[in-house]
């Protein structure tokens, strides 16, 4: 299991609110998680028709930024992700490449005209990211709608599930790090 998760930040975006994910991630995988430097993506990369960032784009441009590979890079973005057959994601991850990708965009309050609650958004974002390095790290679904690694189709699911993963998830995520 790669031992090392690389946040890349993904144009501006608030420094010290993202510094908040380092210590918890560490403490969810076990490994030693570091804030890269920020990776500018300009707004021409954007399908104009949507005005939404493919995600392919962006992974592929993270690989380009770190062609010296080794761990698990963790593009954070204000842009709102989509890929093939979805019409939008909250996010998504490549086992084999080792790559993943979380959009904000869907989980601040003001997409659902709320007043901006930066907690709640560290709480979304944290269950998003965990979720997305869980696949990284090879975990699949689950269908426990409390754990992480359940699949959320909305914010509500996003809310309702919690930022660590359930019992049989984190038995299999220690068998696969064993394993390595
Ligand atoms: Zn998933
Ligand atoms: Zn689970």
Not at 57 to 79: C, K, Q, Y
Request: proline share 3%; charged share 25%.
């Amino acid at each position: 299991m790669e031992s090392r998760i690389r946040i890349v930040p993904i144009n501006a975006l608030d420094v010290a609110f993202l510094d908040r994910l380092v210590p918890t991630l560490e403490e969810r995988f076990l490994c030693s998680v570091s804030m890269e430097r920020t990776l500018a993506v300009p707004r021409s990369a954007l399908n104009s028709t949507r005005q939404q960032l493919f995600l392919s784009t962006l992974l592929t441009r993270v690989r380009r930024a770190h062609p010296e590979g080794g761990g698990i890079f963790l593009a954070i973005t204000d842009f709102d992700l989509y890929k093939t057959s979805h019409r939008f994601i909250y996010g998504d991850a490549d086992e084999q490449q080792g790559m993943a990708a979380v959009s904000l965009h869907r989980l601040r309050s003001e997409f659902y005209g709320e007043g901006p609650d930066a907690n709640l958004l560290f709480q979304r974002l944290l269950k998003e990211c965990v979720h997305e390095l869980g696949h990284a790290f090879g975990l699949k679904h689950c269908y426990n709608a409390r754990c992480a690694m359940y699949y959320s189709n909305s914010i509500f699911e996003t809310d309702n599930k919690m930022s660590h993963f359930c019992d049989a998830c984190d038995r299999r995520i220690t068998r696969a790090r064993n394993e390595r």
